[in-house]
């Protein structure tokens, strides 16, 4: 029996919903089998496309906000929009990309949101 783990606080640490322990990743967002620590199997889990339309809603709100205020504040030539915003825009997805995987990992956990329901159960 394991205690309730907040899913934000192990979600952001990208750690086992259900121990807190392992890392939920063995690649940059492949899941791992099952959690080496407690063995929980997260062949029911499967979080889809949720953390991507995050990511890009959270990201494009953010970067379009700043473009538009950098463009009508400045006026720079267009070369400047390439270099803030292409890095920006590549490391802040692949960055965010995996704790919001991991939170809606944990989060299905957690709220026993799968079709295979016994596979969640302590
Ligand atoms: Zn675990």
């Given at each position: 029996m394991y205690p309730p783990l907040s899913p934000f606080?192990?979600?952001?640490r990208c750690?086992?919903?259900r121990c807190g322990e392992a890392p939920i990743f063995s690649g940059l967002l492949t899941l791992r089998p099952t959690c080496p620590a407690c063995g929980l199997d997260y062949a029911a889990i499967d979080a889809g496309d949720g953390p991507a339309v995050?990511?890009?809603?959270?990201?494009?709100f953010l970067v379009v906000g700043l473009a538009l205020w950098l463009e009508l504040k400045y006026e720079p030539p267009f070369?400047?929009?390439m270099v803030l915003w292409t890095p920006l825009i590549l490391g802040g997805s692949i960055g965010m990309l995996r704790p919001f995987k991991a939170t809606l990992v944990a989060l299905q956990y957690r709220h026993k949101a799968s079709s295979d329901i016994e596979?969640?159960?302590?």
């Open positions: 606080s192990t979600g952001l750690r086992c919903p995050f990511v890009i809603l959270i990201l494009g070369w400047l929009h596979l969640l159960k302590e």
